[in-house]
């Protein structure tokens, strides 16, 4: 079978072999939405093919011997042009050192969270402190490119005021561990200060003239020492408060908890 492809300055004549059609029409109707690892990929080898003068129809059957998959005229041309990047909208993100992108990783090394629900790649804040919630905001907003403010939302059910922005690259990021991080986090005084201020937000405390952070990851909390002191700032040994299998009893819900790591 024969398919013609006609452009302004020339006429292409591509043949797909029949035993071609039957895999590409069970693809399309199979496939519902490429991850973006592959989306990704594949623009970047679309835009290569481009660059040898091929047509878009000669672009798909060449990504479709490679990779049994079938891309439509549409995505190859928004590609092409530029109307669309996979790394764009949502997914705008690019890992360069920050104030804010320290903040924003210490927040999830602390009391942030991270999620996925399908295709919606959740990083997420949820805390009784609006001052906490709206800073988070702001440095969200800030490393994403957002011309405005994430919405800081109370909830009624958890009494918490809550954030949450959606990127499926920051959340890559962010998903490493804080060790594979820290060039990140130190890079110059202003992000290590932004790291330290997002975990002392998320997880410390004050009694009388006493600075205090609690966490479950001794190491964490050792590398917390190592970067105060790099401030002049003294600070004990880490101590247990609590102990694993201890019960922890929510005041708000009634529900009582199995502690499952020293604190």
């Known amino acids: 079978m024969t398919l013609t492809q006609n452009t302004a300055s020339l006429s292409r004549r591509v043949t797909i072999p029949d035993r071609l059609l039957l895999p590409i029409r069970n693809e399309v109707r199979v496939r519902k939405y490429l991850p973006f690892e592959v989306r990704v990929r594949l623009r970047s080898r679309v835009l290569k093919l481009t660059k040898l003068s091929m047509s878009y129809l000669q672009i798909q059957s060449e990504i479709f011997d490679s990779t049994r998959i079938w891309l439509s005229k549409g995505s190859i041309s928004e590609w092409v042009r530029g109307v669309h990047n996979p790394s764009g909208g949502k997914n705008r993100f690019r890992a360069i050192p920050s104030p804010e992108l320290g903040y924003v990783i210490g927040v999830i090394a602390g009391d942030g969270n991270l999620n996925v629900h399908g295709y919606n790649y959740e990083i997420l804040l949820s805390v009784t402190d609006r001052d906490f919630a709206e800073e ?14 994430y919405k800081v939302r109370w909830s009624e059910k958890r009494k918490r005021w809550i954030v949450q922005g959606s990127s499926i690259v920051l959340h890559a990021f962010l998903r490493k561990r804080w060790q ?26 004050i009694t009388g003239r006493n600075l205090t952070i609690t966490n479950t990851d001794l190491s964490l909390l050792s590398y917390v020492r190592n970067l105060l002191a790099k401030s002049g700032i003294r600070t ?11 019960i922890l009893k ?12 020293d604190c």
């Open 136 to 149: 988070f905001s702001r440095c969200l907003a800030k490393i994403l490119g957002k011309p405005h403010l």
């Open 180 to 205: 594979q991080l820290k060039n990140h986090i130190e890079h110059s005084s202003l992000c290590r200060v932004s790291f330290l201020r997002a975990l002392f937000d998320g997880e410390g405390s």
């Open 236 to 246: 004990s040994e880490p101590h247990v408060t609590t102990r694993a299998g201890s």
């Open 250 to 261: 929510d005041s708000r819900t009634g529900r009582t908890y199995t502690r499952r790591k």
